[in-house]
Structures are given as structure tokens and as C-alpha cells.
């Protein structure tokens, strides 16, 4: 059964680095969420992307996130200068059409010392 | 007060019993999701609803657009069935709301 697969499991990075965490979307999906859930916290919608441009973002996508469909399989998450606060499980998903069922992928756990 | 109130917070269960996790929300919304994340943290999506009702095995989620409530139940629960389970609703855009969860556990 097709899954969305996520790399790394795990990082761990130095406030103020740069981190890309990687998605591989279900092959015939097109759309894309990144979601995430700070330890002990609800999940919480990022960003939604469709046809090369951001649909829909929350507050918290501000100018430091930034996505990208950088070819036909990958879809990236970059954070370009990492705060203790965005410690948290990342999560992919992707979804064949606009409001249909989302699939998750296993979560990146950023942890910024 | 959150868009997206989920009860119990917790719940504890023998095997074979039948669970009710509710969930109510106050916004306008185009679907609900019902999702399991397990203690590793992986998370599955069950239902997704607009209207009326679906079943899927032992599960069973129901909607009611009007009192803006829905309600996830599991027959014949089973220890393999703890996890969280968490709601959320997705309003006219493809922003997506989430509760805050309620942590299952079914003891044998």
C-alpha cells in the first residue's frame, strides 16, 4: 500500500541553523499539508501546498518556514534559522484531491538545542 | 475557548466494552476528521465526514452538522485499540483544525 514516507526520524540542530525536512508525498497526490505537534501539544496546520504555490498557511508559518516542490517526488520543509521552540514532531501528509482524506506520513522529531 | 473541544480527555476501558469519544466544534466547517496516533506518534486517519454516518470495522463515526457535534465509537474495544484520538474539522480552506486529543487505553 502506497505510504508518505519522511527523512530524517530525527534531527537535532543548533539554534539559529538551517533544517530542511524531507517528504516523499503519496506518487498520485496533489496536495500537501505540513502539520506540527510540539510534546504534549495538539497538532497544528502549517502550511497546504497545490499546483506549485502555497493554498492556505496559519500564523505560525511565518517568514522563517518555507516550502518546496523542488521535483516530481520530494516535498521539503525548511526552517531557515531554527528557534528552542520549534522543537516539535513535523508531520507530512498529502491528500488526492482538495478535501479528500489526508495521509500521514511517520513525523520528523526537530529538537533545537 | 478552543474551535475544537474533544471529551473525555481520558478514558480507561476493560476489553470488549463500548467507547464514546465526543467531539464539538465551533466553526463553520466543509469536513471532520477522526484520527488515531499511536504512542510512537504516528497518526492514521480513520473517517473523514460531512454528513450522517460511517463505519469501518469495529469503528463507527457519526456527524451532526446542525449541533455541530460528532461522535467516534468503537465496538468490541480491544488493547490494540489505545491510542489517541484526535478530532479535527476543516473549515472552507484547506486550514485544518485539531482537538486536543483523547488518550484510550483498553486493559485486557
Known amino acids: 500500500e502506497p505510504e508518505v514516507t519522511q527523512t530524517p526520524s530525527h534531527q537535532v540542530t543548533q539554534m539559529g541553523q538551517e533544517v530542511i525536512l524531507r517528504c516523499v508525498p503519496i506518487s498520485n497526490h496533489l496536495y500537501f499539508y505540513w502539520y506540527r505537534q510540539i510534546l504534549g501539544q495538539k497538532v497544528e496546520f502549517l502550511v497546504s501546498f497545490y499546483n506549485n504555490e502555497i493554498s492556505e498557511k496559519s500564523e505560525i508559518f511565518d517568514d522563517q518556514f518555507s516550502v518546496e516542490r523542488p521535483d516530481g517526488s520530494n516535498f521539503t520543509l525548511k526552517i531557515r534559522s531554527t528557534k528552542l521552540e520549534d522543537s516539535a514532531m513535523y508531520f507530512c501528509?498529502?491528500?488526492?484531491?482538495?478535501?479528500?482524506?489526508?495521509?500521514f506520513g511517520p513525523g520528523t522529531r526537530l529538537l533545537v538545542l | 475557548k478552543n474551535e475544537v473541544e474533544q471529551s473525555p480527555q481520558n478514558l480507561t476501558a476493560q476489553e470488549g466494552e463500548f467507547i464514546t469519544i465526543n467531539c464539538s466544534y465551533s466553526v463553520g466547517i466543509s469536513a471532520l476528521h477522526w484520527l488515531q496516533q499511536h504512542p510512537g506518534g504516528g497518526i492514521v486517519s480513520l473517517f473523514m465526514?460531512?454528513?450522517g454516518k460511517k463505519k469501518h470495522g469495529r469503528l463507527i463515526a457519526t456527524i451532526n452538522i446542525q449541533e455541530k457535534h460528532s461522535s467516534l465509537h468503537i465496538t468490541a474495544s480491544h488493547p490494540r485499540d489505545s491510542a489517541v484520538y484526535i478530532c479535527a474539522v476543516r473549515s472552507g480552506n484547506n486550514d485544518m483544525r485539531f482537538g486536543a486529543g483523547t488518550r484510550l487505553t483498553v486493559k485486557p
Open positions: 501528509a498529502s491528500s488526492s484531491n482538495n478535501g479528500e482524506t489526508q495521509y
Open positions: 465526514l460531512s454528513s
